[in-house]
């Protein structure tokens, strides 16, 4: 019995002596100054859902659906002329309109990081100074016109009633389950 605590003791002090050396030789990523200024210097701000027309030949094709949200320096966000919602707008419908720089008939083409990167470079061409550091993608999507009159056809829809079902002697299935039955099923 002496030698069963013995051991006992032995693997929890082990254990114990373990943990503490691994807790006290073990190290934090280092964080450099530059690196610390750089987050303390840096917000996200979360973007909006803006919905970009595909005009070709004169009409309107469909419709690009986008949120993007931005890594932006702190101090100059808040000294910017034009908010930045609208400026990020006006810049979209600019790059996606005026650009062409998605191709709906080819989108195996499509490079992510270059749209991001025009993006960011357009956006801080128009703020005429470095806000910007990086574009996030939340959502990016292509809606054609037919898709847009199916989903608009759709909402617009009147709920139809249920029909009920009968039995080929007129019987609907509502009234072949006892009422009981349905309570006790449900319990």
Not at 14 to 41: M, N
Not at 58 to 83: C, N
Not at 137 to 145: D, G, P, R
Not at 158 to 175: L, M
């Amino acid at each position: 019995m002496l030698k069963l605590v013995l051991t006992g003791v032995w693997i929890c002090a082990v254990s114990l002596g373990s943990v503490y050396f691994s807790i006290q030789h073990a190290s934090a990523p280092v964080e450099t100054d530059a690196e610390a200024q750089r987050r303390a210097s840096r917000e996200y701000v979360q973007g909006e859902p803006v919905t970009v027309p595909v005009i070709t030949d004169g009409a309107v094709q469909g419709y690009f659906l986008t949120k993007l949200s931005f890594s932006v320096d702190k101090a100059k966000v808040k000294h910017i002329e034009v908010p930045l919602k609208e400026a990020v707008t006006n810049a979209l419908f600019d790059i996606l309109v005026g650009q062409k720089l998605i191709n709906i008939a080819d989108t195996t083409n499509f490079d992510l990081t270059h749209f991001k990167t025009v993006i960011r470079e357009g956006l801080n061409k128009q703020l005429h100074d470095e806000v910007i550091y990086e574009v996030l993608v939340e959502q990016l999507e292509y809606l054609t016109k037919a898709d847009v009159a199916r989903i608009a056809n759709s909402a617009n829809e009147k709920p139809r009633r249920p029909v009920p079902i009968v039995d080929k002697n007129g019987v609907s299935a509502k009234d072949r389950i006892p009422a009981g039955a349905i309570a006790e099923s449900t319990q």
